[in-house]
């Protein structure tokens, strides 16, 4: 006989016994009271709770208690824990306050943009990286192949919160920083020692506001990202920005998320880029479609300057296919066509597609 059938036994034992002292508590326990307090109503009454409450409780417990046999074609769980559906925007930006980090340190490192390992190839190599800042131009074209591995790893950590703002309909406040790093490899370029033909790093500070709302808007964010490729002289493009980001969910499938920005100017002498603007544009469009089984994921990037005579757009499309490499990775494939695939490109356009893996977001 198993444990759980002994306890199952006992408890129903104690369930029964409970409910026949109920059952009679009408003679031989109630007697004493209808004696003791036959012209007091209120002391009769509380009499007749002093009694009849433990053998209550005892029921109550063993009611809550008692565990099917594990092999009964009727066995349900004691405690059901009811499975909780978060969609994409809840997770990424922990909106419903049910991260599984620990909060006493930092949130630890918790996935922000996608994180993928790809072979890319381009249709217009950039073989001479321009900038109208003085001394900028690369007097001599580099010896590139068409094409390289491009990897993107990025991440954030939680740095504090508020819930139950309760605020111009804004709920929760949460603080985040994050890191993206995009890196562009001459792997297959062996006659050239296969170099690092750039790596942009971007670090940021984001505040997140949360509606709490089952649809619609679901958040606002204001962040500042210093984007930067760590280089100097002909090759080091850099820029500042302020921005604002809107995002909006339907269905637990479908993700909009709405970003424009602001340049803070370079005080320096020289701007590494100063028509950065003129090309990358000044506020991008995620669109995200996911699943409900999260098997795969859609993602569409719209980039464009605004500018109605000189207009200039960039687009990426993002597929994580239902293939599957362990529990971890999906192959992955990538489409981008305009200026400012890489950031010593935000002046060139190109097309490019790519094929590899990427990491699970969550």
Known sequence: MTMNMKRNIWLSVVFYTAQVSLAYAGGDI???????????????????????APASALASVARKNIVPDENSETSTAASPTPSTKRSYLARVWNLDNLTNWDPSQ???????????????????????????????????????????????????????????IDLLGIKTFRLWGAYTQQSYWQAFNIKNRSPFRETVYEPELVATLGTGRESGLKLINFGFVHQSNGQTLLKERSWNRL????????????????????????????DDNPDIGDYLGRGDLVIRWEPVDK??????????????????????IDWATPAKFGNAARMHIQMTSGFGESLIDYNHRQNTIGLGVSFREW
């Open 30 to 52: 109630l007697l004493p009271c209808a004696q003791n307090y036959p012209d007091d109503e209120a002391g009769r009454l509380k009499c007749y709770d002093q009694r009849v």
């Open 243 to 270: 921005y604002l980001l809107g995002g909006w969910e339907w269905n637990d499938t479908t993700s909009v998320m709405v970003r424009g920005w602001q340049r803070i100017q370079n005080r320096s002498l020289i």
């Open 106 to 164: 930092l949130g630890r490192l918790q996935p922000y943009r996608q994180s993928y390992l790809l072979v890319n190839k381009t249709s217009n190599l950039n073989r001479q990286p321009y900038s109208p800042a003085i001394g900028h131009n690369t007097p001599i074209p580099e010896d590139l192949g068409a094409a390289e591995i491009k990897f993107q790893l990025s991440f954030k950590a939680d740095l504090g919160s508020q819930r139950n």
């Open 295 to 316: 098997s795969q994921s859609i993602a569409l990037l719209l980039r464009n300057n605004l500018h109605r005579t000189d207009n200039r757009g960039y687009t990426q």
